[in-house]
């Protein structure tokens, strides 16, 4: 079913209701009827039956007509010339067809509320015929009071909580990206570690080369090589003795030889 054909839903029940009724007072109504009873119990206002079941069915037509010229301009006036509560969030293109829905559904329950007036002032013409306790002059009154109180409650309950703007469903909360270094980070963090694999080893033909991070020998000449101080100009450079008297300890000791004497006898 069209979602204007279920807003309307509210109108044709009232109108199965009042057909219904003015069938069954047309068969069960008396020839003379009394409309308006006083306090004391007599006539005030009488009727024929014919005339009673005009004027309501007249009623009842014209409010048909209403409503569906009320329906048929709520669903073509462009919305800039609705009134409507909150109109920047009803009238906005994405929310048009939520507004006429809901225009047409409160339209529909505003004149079905007429119809049922209508309809309770029949039965009640219907059952107040006679001395019954459904002859008192205050129920007409009652109804109408009734009638009046739902108008008007139901007008404003449409504009203050029918077209009330829904509340925006909560959004979920942003879930954080870990960055390129924290994910690398955390995942080294998660992996076990692996042990280290074990050294080859060397194939023969590197046997005899150093290694790479081992120490090396400075050649003589080079420029890593240490540099021996050179001796200050004018002196001899110091040698060791060896033992014994040979200055480089390869030959025999040689024998004891005086040291010779400047001008004096020498001594034994």
Known sequence: MPPLLRAAAPMGLALAAAALVLVTALQLLPARVVVVHLRDGATGLAASRSDLLLVASSVLVGLVLAYLVTA??????????LLVPHPEHWKAPANRPELRLR????????????????????VLALAGQGDGPLAAWWLPLLVSGAYLLVVLGGA??????????????????????????????????ATPARPAPAPRAAPAATAGKPAPGAARTPRPGSA??????????????????????DPDGKGPPRPYQPRPTRGGPSRG
């Open 72 to 81: 048929a301009a709520l669903a073509w006036t462009p919305a800039r010339h």
């Open 156 to 189: 404003a309950w449409a504009f203050g909580v029918g077209f009330a703007v829904p509340a925006a469903p909560p959004r979920a909360a942003p879930v954080a990206r870990p960055t390129p270094g924290a994910g690398a980070a955390s995942g080294l963090a």
């Open 103 to 122: 225009l047409a559904r409160w339209a529909a329950r505003a004149f079905a509320a007429a119809v049922w007036c209508v309809v309770a002032l029949v």
């Open 224 to 245: 890593t090589a240490p540099r021996t101080p050179s001796p200050a100009p004018g002196r001899r450079p110091a040698t060791r003795r060896g033992a014994g008297g």
